[in-house]
Nanobody
Framework: QLQLVESGGDLVQPGGSLRLSCTAS????????IGWFRQAPGKEREGVSC????????IYTNSVKDRFTISRDSTKNTVYLQMNSLKPEDTAVYYC???????????????????WGQGSQVTVSS
């Protein structure tokens, strides 16, 4: 079956780094856009970063720009989110998700993504 399996969430001090991984089985991520989303208690699910399969374009929400990086390793069918200079406000459950978009139409809206990972807790606290 089609699955996305996440790993890498942890407790980290402010200013620290983590790398989240999302590995696909049952489908080839090269044909799909990938997004990383997060949800903190009492808040809406937020698009953190999304990556197009067609043209390589990437989207970052302003609060993580210049701190987080989304990347792909096609040989491993895996997508990563490198998270640097972490802040307490980054604390959330992080989800990876995949969806097909026609070229030029990719968005980072959680409501239109089709396949989801199980979620991984990231806690930033001293």
């Amino acid at each position: 079956q089609l699955q996305l399996v996440e790993s890498g969430g942890d407790l980290v001090q402010p200013g620290g780094s983590l790398r989240l991984s999302c590995t696909a089985s049952g489908f080839n991520l090269d044909y799909y856009a990938i997004g990383w989303f997060r949800q903190a208690p009492g808040k809406e699910r937020e698009g953190v970063s999304c990556s197009s399969s067609s043209d390589g374009s990437k989207i970052y929400t302003n609060s993580v720009k210049d701190r987080f990086t989304i990347s792909r390793d096609s040989t491993k069918n895996t997508v990563y989110l490198q998270m640097n200079s972490l802040k307490p406000e980054d604390t959330a459950v992080y989800y990876c998700a995949a969806s097909y978009f026609a070229p030029g139409t990719m968005t980072c809206d959680a409501s239109v993504y089709d396949y989801w990972g199980q979620g991984s807790q990231v806690t930033v606290s001293s």
